[in-house]
């Protein structure tokens, strides 16, 4: 068990680029979980797959945001044009089951100039 | 709607203390309640965690926590602190379908040696 991997750990960009951040869950969980955490508040869920299909989107922040996770392994999270409100710690997590503990990545910071 | 709460932002204790963080959530339906600490410059770990049975539920590193439905409470205890548990600690909600989680603000505790 190597654990949640992300990727890159940080990541400066300056406004109206985009990025792309990657995570690589625990092998064996088939569910995973992208969160988003700003300065002072508690991790805010953003998406989640089980396996290859995603199956909840409506929290994404806007249409700017997108995920994926194409072989039900690593998933991707993108922002496109990206705005200095996006500057946050932007989490993934992986778990086997919906009740199961989910276990967490380090995180990937982005900051927008 | 779903929601956790955390009454304190910051507390401070000397060590040898003694520690209770709140934690109020408000869900309908099957609950299931953690609390994470993530110590300066790691990630998110999981303390402990109730799902069903035994309210009184007891996690790593000496820490418990008590689920009192009535009050809509899983308040976090450990009866003596040390300079190691100087951390944020964060109450989440999950459940349903979904199984994403919902966390409160965080409670940020520093322990002076």
């Known amino acids: 068990d190597t654990g949640v991997s992300q990727n890159p750990r940080h990541k400066i960009t300056k406004r109206g680029q985009n990025v792309t951040f990657r995570c690589d869950p625990i092998?064996?969980?088939?569910?995973l979980y992208w969160y988003r955490q700003t300065l002072g508040q508690g991790p805010e869920f953003l998406t989640y797959?089980?396996?290859?299909?995603?199956?909840?989107k409506s929290r994404l922040l806007s249409d700017r945001f997108s995920a994926e996770r194409p072989k039900g392994s690593f998933s991707t999270l993108e922002i496109q044009r990206t705005e200095q409100g996006d500057s946050a710690m932007y989490l993934c997590a992986s778990t086997g089951t919906s009740t199961d503990t989910q276990y967490f990545g380090p995180g990937t910071r982005l900051t927008v100039l | 709607a779903q929601s956790v709460s955390q009454h304190n932002h910051h507390v401070i204790l000397s060590e040898a203390a003694s520690l209770e963080l709140g934690c109020n959530y408000s869900y309908g339906g099957t609950v299931n309640l953690f609390w994470y600490v993530q110590y300066p410059g790691q990630h998110l770990q999981l303390l402990l965690k109730?799902?069903?049975?035994?309210?009184l539920v007891k996690g790593i590193k000496g820490f418990e926590a008590e689920f009192i439905k009535s009050k809509f409470s899983f308040n976090l205890r450990k009866p003596s602190v040390q300079w190691s548990d100087t951390a944020e600690y964060f109450c989440?909600?999950?459940?349903?379908?979904?199984?994403?989680?919902?966390f409160g603000k965080g409670t940020k505790l520093s322990v002076k040696p």
């Open positions: 989440a909600g999950g459940g349903g379908s979904q199984g994403n989680l919902i």
């Open positions: 092998s064996e969980h088939n569910r």
């Open positions: 797959f089980q396996n290859e299909a995603q199956l909840e």
């Open positions: 109730y799902f069903s049975g035994d309210p």
